[in-house]
């Protein structure tokens, strides 16, 4: 198990940036896969990015060209880099460990709204 500290999370005009932060902490040697989703009131949380220990990064199609994930080397931290942010990015932003045995871990969520 391990545990996942959002942070960064704000509003933001259309066209801006912001850039999340996950810390993570525990069982690292088990973790396999770091990313970020994200959940809107009435929909299921979806992927935005995932990297994983085998050096594969996913994008959801929303987000391919604007987002970019990375992480530090012992993958304690992960970011997340959002440009050219659109009102349909506001979201609460989920950190998300996932280790060899496929448990999931979540952090509290951090609120992206993008809004004039």
């Known amino acids: 198990q391990v545990q996942l500290v959002e942070s960064g999370g704000g509003l933001v005009q259309p066209g801006g940036s912001l850039r999340l932060s996950c810390v993570v902490s525990?069982?690292?040697?088990?973790?396999?896969?770091i990313g970020w989703d994200r959940q809107t009131p009435g929909k299921q949380r979806e992927l935005v990015a995932s990297?994983?220990?085998?050096?594969?990064?996913i994008y959801a199609d929303s987000v391919q060209g604007r987002f970019t994930i990375s992480r530090d080397n012992g993958m304690n931290t992960v970011y997340l880099q959002m440009t050219n942010l659109k009102p349909e990015d506001t979201a609460v932003y989920y950190c998300?460990?996932?280790?060899?045995?496929?448990?999931?871990?979540w952090g509290q969520g951090t609120q992206v709204t993008v809004s004039s």
């Open positions: 998300k460990a996932v280790n060899y045995g496929g448990s999931i871990d």
């Open positions: 990297h994983n220990r085998d050096g594969n990064t």
């Open positions: 525990g069982r690292l040697f088990n973790l396999y896969q």
